[in-house]
Each structure stands twice: as C-alpha cells, then as structure tokens.
C-alpha cells in the first residue's frame, strides 16, 4: 500500500510542479557550467548502492562527500544552489527515485556511499531494512545538526513505530520546517555571509 500511495503522489507531483521545475532547471544552466541533475551515489535498502538525483547546487568537480565534510564546502555551493538549498528544492528530483522505487516519501535519509559510520550503525539497528525517504523523522528532529548516533535513534524510532498516519504527520511537519528553514546549518550560513567574506 505504502509503495502504490509513494508512486501515484509523486507522479501527481511531478505533473503539479512541471513549470516551476522546468524553470529551476533553466535557471542552474544560465547560472553556472554543468548538468542540472547531480547523481550521488546512496545506501538503500538493505544496503543495496542506488544513484539519487538532486538539482545541482554544487560546482563540478566537488568531492562526493557531505557537505559539513568538505573544507572551505561555502566556495563550493553556487549562488543559486544556496538558495535551493535552504529552501529544500534541491531535493524536488528526489521524485523520480520514488517512482522508480529506491526511495519513499518517508524514510532515513539516504547516506552516501562513503559514509562508513553511518551505515554500519543503522546495520546494526535494523534501519538498512526499509526504503530510505525524502524525508524522515531524523530530518525533522534536527537534519544536519544531528549527531550520527542520535539520527540512527530517531531512524530506529521509526522503524518500529512506521504507520501510515505516522507518515503522514512526518510531511506535514516537514513542510512546517522547510517554511521555518529550521536545521539547515550549510546553506543558511551560506545565505548570511557577504560575497567577500565567502571568497576569503
């Protein structure tokens, strides 16, 4: 059931938001060089390697590693690609891994290839087992100021708590945070700071 309501809501998605990203997609052609779409190698389920589509806010030739990894990550980040991020458009092309069935509405966060810590832990918990989200309770219990361990917790609380009235309260106030911007720690700092302070 779950998967037949992810693959006609994202289908209707897809189709309601058209226009704006059709012009999204135009908008990161005539702002920097590169493809719109940025495929990032991700753990899904069971651990099975899956490509995951974002809209690019990233220079290319950026290393394949989380943002709050990489040195001096501000002078990576476009200009447009900040304010799709803090908005989270960015994951809007999240919607075709929906329909091709990698991904969820709700889940854990899919991690990167490489994030070695991260996946061992949910291994162990049990969390590997179901389809990674768009979102997910971690993502609105604190997204990037999480700590490994407590974003494993709240993955495993929703491994066994899943329903679909519990789905459904996990985008309503998915959306209040995306409204609020609340927890996105990269691209608001990014926001904030004057051009000359980024190019230092």
Known sequence: MKRALDFGLALCALSAFAIP???????IRLTSPGPVLYWSRRIGKDNHVFWMAKFRTMRTGTPQLA????KDSQNWITPLGRILRVT???EVP???NII???MSFVGPRPALFNQDDLIAQRTAYGVHEILPGLTGWAQ??????LEIGDKVAFDEY???HQSLLFDVQILALTFVKVLRRDGIKQA?????QSPTKQAA
């Open 100 to 102: 091709l069935g990698n």
């Open 140 to 145: 609105i219990n604190g997204r990037d100021e």
């Open 88 to 90: 989270s458009l960015d």
């Open 67 to 70: 943002t709050h990894l990489l």
């Open 158 to 160: 929703y491994l066994k």
């Open 94 to 96: 999240q919607l075709l």
């Open 21 to 27: 990203i059709s012009l999204i997609a135009v908008l």
């Open 188 to 192: 608001g700092e990014a926001l904030k």
